[in-house]
């Protein structure tokens, strides 16, 4: 599964050139889906200076996200939802999954078409059009505190992703002022 995320996916703060004055590295990008952005700047020994960008996209034939807070609180109740978007080429039936284990106890339900909840667990089959994203809303209630483990996964017809975070349930607290004199 998916799990490093990160904001950044390199940092080279000197690299040398060849003599053509050309530079490169690998990179090795992180597994987030997104567009990530190159900037290049150099300066030669006379202080001539350069600048150049560059972009690239990663992504996945077909892409699984969870819309959720990624922390909570003790008792927390709200609405999230898979998200499942398709970009093989083709229409797919994909099976959806989606599970929270750990410490904290988190209930999840659902009334979506073709999915069932139970306990921390929710699956559905759905039919995403080619180009298309859809979503399996849910709703959520907290129990105790703790951290979780989210685990989504999407699979079709020689396709499949998944992502795995960490997710943390905080106890419920309230501040508290007491003040003495005399």
Do not use: C
Not at 73 to 102: F, H, P
């Amino acid at each position: 599964p998916r799990k490093v995320m990160k904001d950044t996916a390199a940092w080279f703060p000197t690299l040398m050139t060849d003599a053509k004055g050309e530079a490169r590295v690998k990179v090795t990008l992180p597994d987030n889906l997104t567009s990530w952005r190159a900037t290049a700047r150099g300066m030669t020994q006379d202080a001539r200076v350069g600048l150049g960008k560059g972009k690239v996209r990663a992504s996945k034939d077909l892409m699984v996200r969870v819309a959720m807070p990624s922390r909570l609180v003790d008792g927390d109740e709200g609405k999230g939802a898979i998200v499942v978007q398709n970009l093989s080429g083709k229409d797919q039936s994909v099976s959806t999954s989606l599970a929270l284990k750990g410490d904290a106890k988190v209930a999840l339900s659902t009334t979506a078409e073709g999915a069932t909840a139970s306990g921390a667990d929710l699956k559905a089959t759905l039919k995403v059009p080619n180009g298309q994203t859809l979503r399996v809303p849910f709703r959520y209630k907290t129990d105790g505190d703790g951290k979780l483990e989210l685990l989504a996964k999407a699979s079709g017809a020689g396709v499949d992703d998944a992502l795995q975070v960490p997710l943390s349930v905080m106890p419920w607290a309230t501040t508290k002022t007491v003040s003495a004199h005399g």
